[in-house]
């Protein structure tokens, strides 16, 4: 479904502040894998999504989405395959416009653009629908300003939106670590139940040890900007932290010395 080969990206090339982000990362997610990625600060884990994004260009290897590459497809081209969630609760979604206009949006994504603009009582009712299952009141605030919301309500909705149309691909890129930890439960457990229920891919960065374990069926660790380990299935469900740091140490030949990474 989704398959890199040998992706390789350089900042800053040829000056004393080149940092070599990706070096040579392969790898593949059949449908429905749910991957969890982890590791250190500079890994290079925001970098492979920003890269199966199309955020910017990578200097070597390729990215195919079912099939068809992507490699040279700019961001909006490759927007109509997949769905995103960011760190940042603000990005994602249009402060200025109301719930029903952001979900209306995310609803027509890669859909032949027409003059005629409207939500119908059948869509209208759908939206309802779905807000309720988040049990966060918003079915009856679809007039709202998207901006007046929470953070954690915020990113709800994004989530929502992204999974909206049941992309190709999710890419989950660290979509709880600005919230409280309470609210940010509540966005793991209804990101796992969209998952599930949609059948999708989903490739999640996080910080959080224990949600790269308890999440998906495969885990990856990253660490200067090539994967260091990779966990599936019975090896996967048994795991603990100490369980992965040891395996990662044993991998990398090194300690882990990410403080934060630690810590989750």
């Known amino acids: 479904m989704l398959q890199i080969q040998n992706l390789t990206k350089v900042f800053n090339a040829g000056t004393v502040n080149e940092k070599t982000a990706l070096s040579k990362?392969?790898?593949?997610?059949?449908?429905?894998?749910?991957?969890?990625?982890?590791?250190?600060?500079?890994?290079?884990?925001?970098?492979?999504?920003?890269?199966?994004?199309?955020?910017?260009?990578?200097?070597?290897?390729?990215?195919?989405?079912?099939?068809?590459?992507?490699?040279?497809?700019?961001?909006?081209?490759?927007?109509?395959?997949l769905g995103r969630v960011f760190q940042d609760p603000m990005m994602g979604t249009a402060a200025d416009m109301n719930i029903e206009e952001n979900l209306a949006l995310a609803y027509r994504r890669g859909k032949r653009r027409t003059l005629r603009w409207g939500v119908s009582g059948a869509e209208r009712a759908r939206y309802k629908d779905l807000l309720k299952e988040l049990d966060l009141g918003l079915e009856n605030r679809l007039s709202d300003k998207v901006g007046l919301l929470s953070g954690g309500q915020r990113q709800a909705l994004t989530l929502l939106m992204a999974t909206l149309q049941a992309p190709r691909l999710l890419l989950l890129d660290e979509h709880t670590a600005a919230l409280d930890p309470k609210t940010g439960a509540k966005v793991l457990a209804l990101t796992q139940k969209l998952v599930e229920e949609n059948h999708l891919t989903t490739l999640m960065v996080t910080h959080n040890m224990h949600d790269a374990i308890r999440l998906g069926n495969r885990l990856i660790m990253m660490n200067e900007g090539q994967i260091a380990l990779e966990i599936s299935g019975e090896q996967k469900k048994g795991l603990h932290k100490a369980d992965l740091i040891a395996l990662f140490e044993k991998s990398s030949g090194g300690e882990l010395d990410s403080d934060r990474l630690l810590l989750s």
């Open 25 to 81: 990362v392969s790898l593949r997610l059949a449908p429905g894998d749910f991957v969890t990625v982890i590791g250190g600060n500079g890994a290079g884990k925001s970098t492979l999504l920003n890269s199966v994004a199309g955020v910017f260009p990578v200097d070597g290897g390729s990215i195919l989405l079912d099939g068809n590459d992507v490699t040279r497809l700019s961001e909006h081209r490759r927007a109509r395959y």
